[in-house]
């Protein structure tokens, strides 16, 4: 099969541009630098700089993983212009490429966040829970709604609501490991914030499921079925490297360094699998001890 992928050479694309490629598929990814990214990726990937540049290749699924970092910056209005454009403006544009194909791809897997929810406090949250408004989920709603706009055109449209990616090398254990090796790590806040995650290789199983999958469609929570609150994890963390997590960061500080976005470290949502596992999806790290285990030897 013929795949397209935005954010193909990121921490997850890259992952599985691997596997996709393992397994005997096509891949077109679109990135702004094609020879810096072409070695990162597995040989005879097709890079091009645009979506719409691909429309000779005749694609056949997509997976849309592309966007700016949520958290690199503070959130001021130009920077949460940036986010929400860096989604909705290459999501519309897979969207006009499956207008101007004859035969449009026949699944479009695209990328959206835990964030989508919201603040949930403690109360269990599934595809069917109401979100709070908030500027998190505002952006995942219009990424959201954008990429269902290939429906019209025949493709069936997945939503991966993705919790925090775990695994060596990047995503959420990239900033969280120097200082808990230390022995400098703690709770944010209260702690009793909920964390959703999913190891990486999980959230690669999600995507090929939902690629292979012909029934399913919408939104799907992209995370373990075993959240954990804030203070549990770094419990978990700090037991897994052997190091003390006596150094918790008060909420007054965070809100004080980061200004809104301190909410991503604040608040939280305790998200469930609830249609991935109603589908039968089988995840190989279901709780943080046994991913930790994995990732941290």
């Known amino acids: 099969m013929r795949i397209l992928i935005t954010g193909g050479s990121g921490f997850v694309g890259r992952r599985l541009c691997k596997r996709l490629a393992e397994a005997g598929h096509s891949l077109l990814v679109v990135s702004r630098d094609p020879e810096r990214k072409r070695r990162v990726l597995p040989a005879g990937t097709d890079i091009r700089t645009s979506v719409l540049d691909f429309t000779d290749a005749r694609p056949q699924a997509i997976v849309n993983l592309a966007g700016e970092p949520i958290a690199d910056k503070r959130w001021s209005d130009e920077q949460k212009l940036r986010l929400i454009d860096s989604r909705v403006d290459i999501t519309r544009d897979l969207v006009m490429l499956c ?14 966040a835990m ?20 500027f998190a989920h505002r952006l995942c709603e219009r990424w959201e709604t954008t990429a269902r706009e290939a429906e019209e055109y025949g493709v ?10 775990l695994e060596r090398g990047g995503g959420s254990l990239a900033k969280m490991l120097p200082p808990f ?16 995650w999913v190891h990486r290789e999980d959230l690669v199983r999600i995507i090929e499921f939902l690629l292979e999958r012909d029934d399913l469609r919408g939104p799907f929570n992209g995370s373990a079925p075993h959240p ?18 006596l150094l918790p960061i008060p909420a007054v500080v965070l ?16 998200m469930r699998p609830a249609r ?5 999806f089988e995840f190989r790290y279901p709780t943080l001890d046994t991913a930790l285990a994995d990732i941290l030897g």
């Open 115 to 134: 964030g989508y929810y919201g603040d949930q406090g403690d109360r269990e949250v599934t595809e069917d829970t109401s979100p709070h408004d908030e």
């Open 181 to 196: 090796k230390l022995g400098l790590g703690g709770r944010f806040g209260s702690g009793r914030q909920y964390m959703p």
């Open 156 to 165: 069936r449209v997945a939503l991966v609501r993705i919790g925090l990616v």
């Open 99 to 112: 207008q101007y194909l004859d035969t449009p791809p026949s699944v479009m897997v695209s990328g959206s």
């Open 255 to 270: 809100k004080a360094g980061f200004g809104e976005m301190s909410r991503l470290l604040l608040t939280g949502a305790d």
């Open 228 to 245: 954990v609150t804030n203070a549990e994890f770094a419990r978990l963390l700090a037991r897994r490297l052997k190091r003390p997590a």
């Open 276 to 280: 991935l596992k109603a589908a039968g």
